[in-house]
């Protein structure tokens, strides 16, 4: 009659250590994804909340202090929530550009433009302003002017990442909402001013922590040897 009673006890205890190898298995995990850096379970949070923060690459070696910064092209990402065409290649690129602009006047004091001359320690800086939504500000049909567009940031982000150059191992990612409602295209450069304010506070703090990781003592690499005979014993 303790039978059943014996194989619920049985399957209850083996459920119980099941859950917990996983728990402790997932302490370590992030579970942070953005649109455009992808999956973050690498990576340890600095600041933040939720999707949004600064992060810093928590496994391989050691990394290199950041000595200098070459900023990359920037980047844009549209929102399947647009027109469609409402922004063909010529006005994406003036919207890049202006875009651009404003990351290369705020960030200038420690990254420069073009990697030419760059040292082989140094990092690359790449940013982009993802989930931008373009509608059409007018019923006109067929081709229209920056000035018929209309730019909404609901959803918006600022994304990037500071990878070696020697390497492209990457080291640090941060992310922050843009937050701006709608505009026009006369609007977008002080809203870019404002993001590229933002990003290079952000920069600065990836940059500080990197910095921090590289100042620890390496770690000993572990001897295979030594835990296969423990093991055996």
Same mark, same amino acid.
């Given at each position: ?10 399957? !209850?205890? %083996?459920? @119980? ?13 992030? !579970? ?6 992808? +999956? @973050? ?18 496994? !391989? ?7 200098? @910064?070459? %900023?990359? +092209? ?8 647009? *027109?469609?065409? #409402? %922004?063909? +290649? ?10 651009? *602009? ?11 433009? #073009?990697?030419?001359?760059? *040292? $082989? ?7 982009? =302003?993802?989930? @931008? ?8 049909? !067929?081709?229209? /002017? ?14 990037? /990442? ?21 505009? =026009? ?30 100042? =620890?003592?390496?770690?000993? $690499? ?12």
């Amino acid at each position: 009659m303790n039978r059943p009673a014996y194989r619920l006890s049985a399957i !209850g205890l %083996l459920m @119980l250590i099941t859950c917990a190898a996983c728990s402790s298995g997932n302490d370590d995990v992030l !579970g942070v994804s953005t649109n455009w850096l992808g +999956p @973050l379970h690498r990576y340890e949070r600095q600041s933040g909340a939720d999707s949004f923060g600064v992060f810093v690459r928590k496994e !391989g070696t050691r990394p290199a202090r950041v000595k200098q @910064l070459i %900023l990359a +092209p920037a980047e844009i990402t549209v929102s399947a929530a647009s *027109d469609f065409n #409402s %922004l063909d +290649p010529a006005a994406y690129e003036k919207v890049r550009a202006a875009f651009s *602009d404003a990351l290369k006047k705020h960030i200038a004091a420690s990254a420069r433009s #073009s990697s030419a001359d760059a *040292d $082989a320690d140094a990092y690359i800086l790449r940013i982009a =302003l993802t989930n @931008l939504t373009v509608k059409r500000n007018t019923t006109k049909i !067929g081709p229209v /002017s920056l000035d018929e567009l209309e730019f909404a940031f609901n959803g918006a982000a600022i994304e990037a /990442s500071l990878s070696e150059r020697s390497t492209n191992a990457r080291r640090a990612v941060f992310a922050h909402k843009a937050d701006a409602g709608k505009a =026009l295209w006369k609007d977008l450069g002080t809203l870019f001013d404002r993001f590229a304010r933002q990003a290079a506070e952000k920069t600065a703090e990836a940059r500080a922590a990197i910095d921090r990781k590289a100042s =620890l003592p390496e770690k000993p $690499a572990e001897k295979t040897a030594e835990k296969t005979d423990a093991s055996q014993k």
